[in-house]
């Protein structure tokens, strides 16, 4: 089984950035992506950005710009940058992961708010 344990949400006011992490572990049997997806209240889930552990990776229109992922293989951690943060981006974030046997794998999620 695989637990994804994230970290970094909270509340913060419009232009202020915020870092999410999320680390995996237990028996991955190898990760082919990481990502995000997020969901905003009253709205469906939508993904947020997702690498691979090459280092390629892929942003949401929405977000591009504004936000940043990036993966550490050795610790089997997810990093998301977001900046200049704005209402709209008020949502639970989700941690994502999908191993090598092509099973995918959810956080709990964290909330993050923009509000001032």
């Known amino acids: 089984q695989v637990q994804l344990q994230e970290s970094g949400g909270g509340l913060v006011q419009p232009g202020e950035s915020l870092r999410l992490s999320c680390a995996a572990s237990?028996?991955?049997?190898?990760?082919?992506?990481m990502g995000w997806h997020r969901q905003a209240p009253g709205k469906q889930r939508e993904l947020v950005a997702e690498?691979?552990?090459?280092?390629?990776?892929t942003i949401a229109d929405s977000v591009k710009g504004r936000v940043t992922i990036s993966m550490d293989n050795a610790k089997n951690t997810v990093y998301l940058q977001m900046n200049s943060l704005k209402g709209e981006d008020t949502a639970v974030y989700y941690c994502t992961l999908k191993n090598d046997l092509r099973r995918s794998f959810w956080g709990r999620g964290t909330q993050v708010t923009v509000s001032s």
């Open positions: 237990g028996t991955i049997f190898g990760i082919a992506t």
């Open positions: 690498i691979v552990p090459t280092g390629s990776f």
